[in-house]
């Protein structure tokens, strides 16, 4: 029996994990407080998720909202294309990236969240701008909308692949002259530097936890999946979480369950229960597909691959090559941070990783899912591609979907090329393909 079909039969006894419903409760508690933030007076903000400030606002008790994170929740619970239809309706072109679209439909449509509860509205947007345009276009638009301020904190790219102190100075000085201020504004309160240093050092505990989960992939079998398991593994730290010993506590239950996984050899879990037999070691460049994340997920797990390493999961936070929060130089580590999240690498940054994963993870091979929407990652895929294969000697494949509008999505197409891919792994694993 194909590893699938016992993954299918598996089903009916998937159990949470407790770090499933630790993380489950965070959410909903998050979002009630969000909802309920016009009676209590708790002040929202709206940002991004790369580059987020989240120990910042929590150092001023504000209350993040990720438009991204809302989008990606509307697409997983069916909602994204009638919110996608109506922001169309309303003159935004097919081009503009879906998520975009998704959140102003949501908002059209009363802004309630994923948990079903309503957002405030922005009392600021937060506009942390890191290696994608868009960022800016999308809080034009919610300015307009919402008639809300916006703090802009402009983020250098790493257009030669290293940060500079000129970089690292620029972005530091518009934290305390601009950024501060702000926050200082609207919460009523003073900038309190030791209560910063004490959440970036709650930030380092999660980050060393999520990284030794990520990194345990490198084992045979993997116990994780790093790309639609590692998705749920960074919610907490890459959005409304870090900082909190809510997340401290998340990431030690998620450790430990992943530490018992290896010490019984035993492969990931996915919806419809455990691969038990490894197949395929896949790393993945590329947002996932949110509307038809299961049906994906089981695309792989039918066919016994696991991917080892993403650079999905990087998307708010690159930590597995060393970054770590520096509670002793709160304002520079934040600048460090957000720069160094993969949005705002540049092209031979994201090559170099992306080989070293091949390699560090003994992979089978690079796999591209190219997003229509997102031009922040799919720009100089096919470029990556290649140079992911000639440094490695492994082959890669390409797929394309969206993240959340379901019209780019075609499950027969995909399929198709997921199973031809895996045909040439095994091809070239007997040395029938050169
Ligand atoms: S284009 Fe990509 S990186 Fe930019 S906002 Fe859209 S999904 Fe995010």
């Known amino acids: 029996m194909a590893s699938g079909e016992k993954a299918s039969t ?14 489950k409760r965070m959410i909903a508690d998050h979002f009630t407080r969000l909802a309920r933030a016009p009676e209590t007076g708790e002040k929202s903000v709206y940002t991004f998720v790369p580059g987020n400030l989240t120990e910042l606002l929590r150092c001023f008790d504000l209350l993040p909202v990720l438009p991204e994170i809302n989008a990606l929740q509307s697409a997983m619970r069916g909602k994204s ?31 309630v969240g994923p948990t079903g509860e309503h957002l405030p509205n922005p009392d600021l947007l937060l506009l942390s701008y890191t290696g994608c345009f868009t960022f800016l276009k999308w809080f034009e638009i919610l ?16 257009a030669d ?4 102190d000129a970089m690292r100075r620029y972005v530091v000085d518009q934290l305390r002259d601009k950024i501060i201020p702000e926050l200082e504004r609207l919460s009523g309160r003073k900038y309190d530097e030791d209560r910063l240093k004490e959440l ?6 999660a980050e060393d936890d999520l990284v030794w989960v990520l990194q345990s992939a490198r084992n045979r079998p993997s116990p994780i999946d790093a790309y639609f398991g590692g998705v749920y593994y960074i919610g907490p730290i890459f959005t409304a979480f870090r900082g909190s010993q809510e997340a401290v506590d998340y990431y030690r239950t998620l450790r430990s369950e992943i530490e018992s996984r290896l010490e019984q050899r035993l492969g990931p879990v996915t919806p419809d229960g455990e691969i038990d037999e490894e197949r395929f070691r896949i790393v993945v460049e590329g947002p996932p597909n949110w509307t038809h994340f299961r049906e994906f997920w089981r695309m792989f797990a039918d066919e016994g691959a696991v991917v080892v390493a993403s650079s999905y999961t990087k998307v708010g936070g690159v930590y597995d090559f060393g970054f770590r929060h520096d509670p002793e130089r709160p304002l520079e580590t934040l600048a460090e941070y957000c720069m160094g999240c993969y949005t705002n690498l540049n092209l031979p940054s994201r090559v170099e990783m992306l080989t070293r994963y091949v390699l560090d993870y003994d992979a089978d091979g690079l796999l591209i899912n190219s997003i229509k929407s997102c031009n922040s990652f799919s720009a100089g895929q096919l470029m990556i591609l290649r140079e992911v294969e000639n440094r490695t000697g492994r082959p890669g494949g390409f797929i394309e979907s969206d993240l959340v509008d379901p019209r780019y999505f075609s499950s027969s197409n995909i399929k198709t090329r997921l199973e031809s891919y895996f045909q040439m792994i095994e091809q070239k694993r007997s040395g029938a393909v050169a």
């Open 143 to 158: 300015r307009q909308e919402y008639d809300a301020p916006i703090a802009l904190l402009h983020v250098p790219y790493q």
């Open 81 to 111: 294309k009638a919110y996608i239809a109506l922001a169309e309706k309303l003159g935004h072109s097919e081009d503009v990236c879906t998520y975009v679209k998704c959140d102003v439909g949501m908002m059209k449509s009363g802004n």
């Open 161 to 164: 692949g290293k940060i500079t």
């Open 200 to 205: 970036l050092s709650r930030s380092v505990e």
């Open 10 to 23: 598996a089903s009916a006894t998937v159990q949470k994990d407790d770090s499933q419903l630790r993380q």
